[in-house]
T-cell receptor, first 114, second 115 residues
Framework: GDSVTQMEGPVTLSEEAFLTINCTYTATGYPSLFWYVQYPGEGLQLLLKATKADDKGSNKGFEATYRKETTSFHLEKGSVQVSDSAVYFCALSGVPGSARQLTFGSGTQLTVLP | DVKVTQSSRYLVKRTGEKVFLECVQDMDHENMFWYRQDPGLGLRLIYFSYDVKMKEKGDIPEGYSVSREKKERFSLILESASTNQTSMYLC??????????????FGPGTRLTVL
């Protein structure tokens, strides 16, 4: 079945450091790929998505490129801020059917220190 | 903006009680989902619904049931709460049944503690 493997955390960085959170997946067909972010005490928010190979999703300075050849969707940001401290989830969508389910990775806790 | 609301942010119940978690979305979405979130396990799908009165089991349906009597409302029911159901419960919705609009929008979550 479908699965998502995320880099284990927690990750601690200093402000303005470069961020990479690795995500690889196993899926049938051609799923959409997502990064969601969860700030403390809140639900998940969509950060970015990509729907086909070589697409790049971007938002708030974060980027991720859909790499079919390596089945990866790594999240990057050039300069993190304290306000980026959150849990980040990689996810993929299932095949079209009654409802397209999402399969999530286990999440990566990011802490950015001033 | 899509808004998904959940009836409670925090809930404390006793073992054996019947528990209702309510979720409402205001964007006329076809699909609604219930997940539980536990440390190190990510989000696991309990049940989902793609239409009024329609439901399908997710990965961990045991001990739970759901109800969708109106399109905007999706309820999760714990028939007899147990301590291993202590968790964060997240509701989500997405626009189209079987379509390409697969982005899910989440509520703020309900942290349930079963004593």
């Amino acid at each position: 079945g479908d699965s998502v493997t995320q880099m284990e955390g927690p990750v601690t960085l200093s402000e303005e450091a470069f961020l990479t959170i690795n995500c690889t997946y196993t899926a049938t067909g051609y799923p959409s790929l997502f990064w969601y972010v969860q700030y403390p005490g809140e639900g998940l928010q969509l950060l970015l998505k990509a729907t086909k190979a070589d697409d790049k999703g971007s938002n708030k300075g974060f980027e991720a490129t859909y790499r079919k050849e390596t089945t990866s969707f790594h999240l990057e940001k050039g300069s993190v801020q304290v306000s980026d401290s959150a849990v980040y989830f990689c996810a993929l969508s299932g095949v079209p059917g009654s409802a397209r389910q999402l399969t999530f990775g286990s999440g990566t806790q990011l802490t950015v220190l001033p | 903006d899509v808004k998904v609301t959940q009836s409670s942010r925090y809930l404390v119940k006793r073992t054996g009680e019947k528990v209702f978690l309510e979720c409402v979305q205001d964007m006329d979405h076809e699909n609604m989902f219930w997940y539980r979130q536990d440390p190190g396990l990510g989000l696991r799908l309990i049940y989902f619904s793609y239409d009024v009165k329609m439901k399908e089991k997710g990965d961990i349906p045991e001990g739970y049931s759901v109800s969708r009597e109106k399109k905007e409302r999706f309820s999760l029911i714990l028939e007899s709460a147990s301590t291993n159901q202590t968790s964060m419960y997240l509701c989500a919705s997405s626009p189209e049944r079987g379509g390409l609009q697969d982005t899910q929008y989440f509520g703020p979550g309900t942290r349930l503690t079963v004593l």
